[in-house]
């Protein structure tokens, strides 16, 4: 099974960015799907963005004109970049692929923290 492997997360002040990378461990081309989702403290984990194999992106509402994925599948990788952040940005940001037959794997997920 693909093993993933996010980066980029880290401290910012409100208003900043931050560029996540997730890494997956084989081929990424056949994957439909791909992308992140998010979970705040206390909360229940919440879609952000996915990525098909051809292009088309989706975004939950809270984030679009903000945040923007892509995907290099010569890099077997997914990125999210994130601008300008507010302190409910804050999470850990997971990253996922579609397995098809409603399976998904996961990433161990990074922690986002913006700072008011």
């Known amino acids: 099974q693909v093993q993933l492997v996010e980066s980029g997360g880290g401290l910012v002040q409100a208003g900043g960015s931050l560029r996540l990378s997730c890494a997956a461990s084989?081929?990424?081309?056949?994957?439909?799907?791909m992308g992140w989702y998010r979970q705040a403290p206390g909360k229940q984990r919440e879609f952000v963005a996915t990525?098909?194999?051809?292009?088309?992106?989706d975004y939950t509402d809270s984030v679009k004109g903000r945040f923007t994925i892509a995907r290099d599948n010569g890099k077997n990788t997914v990125y999210l970049q994130m601008n300008s952040l507010s302190p409910e940005d804050t999470a850990i940001y997971y990253c996922?692929?579609?397995?098809?037959?409603?399976?998904?794997?996961w990433g161990q997920g990074t922690q986002v923290t913006v700072s008011s």
């Open positions: 996922y692929v579609d397995l098809g037959w409603g399976r998904n794997a």
């Open positions: 084989g081929s990424i081309r056949n994957y439909k799907n």
């Open positions: 990525i098909s194999s051809s292009g088309y992106t």
